[in-house]
């Protein structure tokens, strides 16, 4: 028994430990982004002195070339369309993968499957072209299409590996009784599916908020850059501002941080739904 | 249940079209955002400019440009090319993060308010990687960053490690480890999660150590976890993007170039859409040959 509460001390001291270095550049960049320059400049760990203030996060929401509270809710115009278009029809199709027997389903999800591993190198030419072409090339409208394609694949496969547990017995009798597949689908499989929905409506938010890549080809005007694309020009023209720098990254951490607060189960479950049959 | 499949009709035209429409606006958009785009990159990877069917000259180019692969880097230092900079990325960070990951995963297993040290973690996962480069830049920084710090404490000499050729890759390198491991983590996590008690407890009764008991039940029986950990995480190695471009730009002098940066530096710098669309295409067959066990796995199950 002493041996055994020995390892366990051991095991806290060294989770506290991994803990605290895992941490320690999440607490950096706080306490730079609450003081002002002059006292962090040789180190954020110098607590004499210490004079907090919102001036950094001030400074970065009113950015003068790049605004953050601009950034911010471009933002959200794009990623909650950006969320919910992919749902809508993804959930659909995976239904359709779930249950359908037709033939050139099996080559259809394995396409699906390729899709889901492709680089965004991949499309970028050709979507900037289509754009361009379709006058869509620095508008939401554009960015909102391509990510809902982009996120498709990934939640149909998501949502159509959820669909297969669900026991068919429901389905079956709703069916003999007369409903359509569509009846079915959106009365019965939609109402009991919505762990499923948050979780991929989590990831696929989490995702578009993050991106970088398909907003930095598509969007340049910069009253419409997105959060993501406000941090780098935000460095300061001379030397790096690391105040507003460390205040715009903490700013744009919200969402995500929020979302992981409180819908967590929901994260770790479309996380781990790579792993699930 | 068995028994509704066998007194199915043939379905009527009516159902198969009814069928059909439930893939037709996910495939709509699919195909004219994703699979036409590839087939177009993957056509102007043959081409020449002015639109003559060249077939592998492009490639040839593009495999022997120094920002690509730099051969006397191999002898004289970084830069070694975009290409060999990916490869470099997988053989470190794959081994680190995923068995750091599995430890934590079963060091954090039985411990009280594991969601905390889970959560610590987990929190680089949670972060866009733009923010990701701003962080990384901030801790090698010569003045600000803590890692300089606690090198001078212990006598080095400071400097910023993302600002020379030598240290600026192998040091994002090792922040993404910092970044990435949060998701070894959480997957085995569940994994062990489903492993029965008994196991352990049987193999306790015979008297295995630890030590036995973490390589001879454990790690076989996360077998399916790591197979997703590693997938996905050469997957992710290999489209780094983000992080180079806030943190060096793939500097100083391309020692930190990667191969979806130097795409867009062909792309959208250079305007050579036929170099950039040979890097992408190099790149999908990349991810291609690592998604098939994937791609088997799931439809293994089908059957």
């Not at chain 1, 960015?143 to 394609?149: N, P, Q, R, T, V």
């Not at chain 1, 030397?239 to 941080?257: F, K, Q, R």
């Not at chain 2, 008994?198 to 039940?217: H, N």
């Not at chain 2, 795409?263 to 050579?272: D, G, L, T, W």
């Amino acid at each position: 028994m002493k041996r055994n509460q020995i390892t366990t001390t051991i095991k806290y001291f060294i989770a506290i430990l991994i803990s605290i270095i895992w941490i320690l550049p999440f607490l950096g960049i706080v306490m730079t982004s609450i003081r002002p320059l002059q006292e962090v400049i040789y180190g954020w760990w110098n607590l004499k002195p210490f004079t907090p203030s919102m001036v950094n996060y001030i400074n970065a929401w009113n950015h003068p070339t790049a605004p953050l509270s601009q950034g911010t809710f471009n933002s959200l115009l794009v990623a909650l369309p950006s969320t919910l278009i992919p749902i809508l029809a993804a959930s659909l199709a995976a239904y359709g993968f779930a249950r359908f027997r037709l033939s050139l389903l099996t080559s259809l999800f394995i396409l699906v499957i390729i899709l889901m591993a492709l680089p965004q190198q991949m499309i970028a030419i050709p979507i900037f072209q289509l754009m361009k072409n379709l006058n869509l090339l620095n508008t939401y409208t554009g960015l909102i299409l391509i990510h809902s394609a982009w996120g498709m694949p990934w939640i149909i496969f998501f949502l159509r590996n959820f669909f297969i547990t669900l026991p068919i017995e429901i389905e079956e009798s709703a069916k003999i009784d007369g409903a359509s597949d569509f009846v079915v689908f959106s009365r019965i499989i939609l109402p009991i599916s919505w762990p499923a929905l948050i979780s991929s409506i989590v990831l696929q938010f989490m995702w578009v908020w993050s991106d970088f890549f398909l907003a930095l080809i598509l969007v340049y005007t910069p009253g419409k850059l997105l959060a993501t694309q406000r941090i780098p020009l935000m460095r300061g023209q001379y030397h790096v501002d690391w105040g507003v720098l460390t205040a715009a990254s903490i700013v744009s951490m919200i969402a995500p941080l929020f979302i992981f607060a409180f819908l967590q189960k929901y994260y770790i479950k479309g996380l781990v739904g790579w792993t699930t049959k | 249940m068995g028994l509704f499949h066998h007194r199915k009709r043939r379905k009527s035209l009516k159902t198969i079209l009814h069928q059909l429409a439930f893939f037709l606006p996910a495939l709509i958009l699919m195909i004219i955002f994703l699979l036409y785009p590839v087939l177009n990159t993957l056509l102007m990877s043959f081409v020449s400019e002015d639109h003559q069917f060249v077939f592998l000259d492009n490639y040839k180019k593009v495999l022997s440009s120094k920002d690509v692969i730099n051969q006397k880097g191999f002898t004289q230092g970084f830069p070694m090319g975009a290409l060999p900079h990916n490869f470099l990325w997988i053989l470190i960070h794959l081994p680190f993060t995923t068995f750091l990951g599995l430890v934590l995963a079963v060091l954090f297993k039985d411990l009280k308010y594991n969601f905390i040290f889970k959560s610590s973690i987990f929190l680089g996962m949670v972060t866009p990687m733009v923010i990701g480069g701003v962080i990384l830049r901030f801790i090698y920084e010569k003045e600000v960053g803590i890692i300089n710090a606690i090198l001078e404490l212990l006598g080095f000499q400071a400097f910023t490690w993302t600002a020379y050729p030598e240290t600026a890759l192998l040091s994002l390198i090792f922040g993404s480890v910092w970044l990435w491991t949060g998701f070894s983590m959480i997957i085995y996590s569940s994994g062990l999660g489903n492993i029965p008690k008994e196991y352990y407890e049987a193999a306790a009764l015979d008297g295995a150590t630890p030590f036995v008991i973490f390589f001879r039940i454990t790690i076989p029986l996360l077998k399916q976890m790591t197979v997703v950990v590693i997938t996905m995480t050469i997957l992710w190695e290999l489209k780094i993007f983000d992080l180079v471009y806030v943190a060096t730009m793939g500097g100083p002098g391309g020692a930190s170039n990667v191969m979806a940066l130097q795409m867009y530096f062909y792309a959208f710098r250079q305007f050579n859409f036929q170099n950039a669309s040979v890097i992408a295409t190099l790149l999908m067959l990349l991810t291609l040959f690592v998604t098939i066990p994937l791609i088997k796995s799931s439809l293994g199950e089908e059957r």
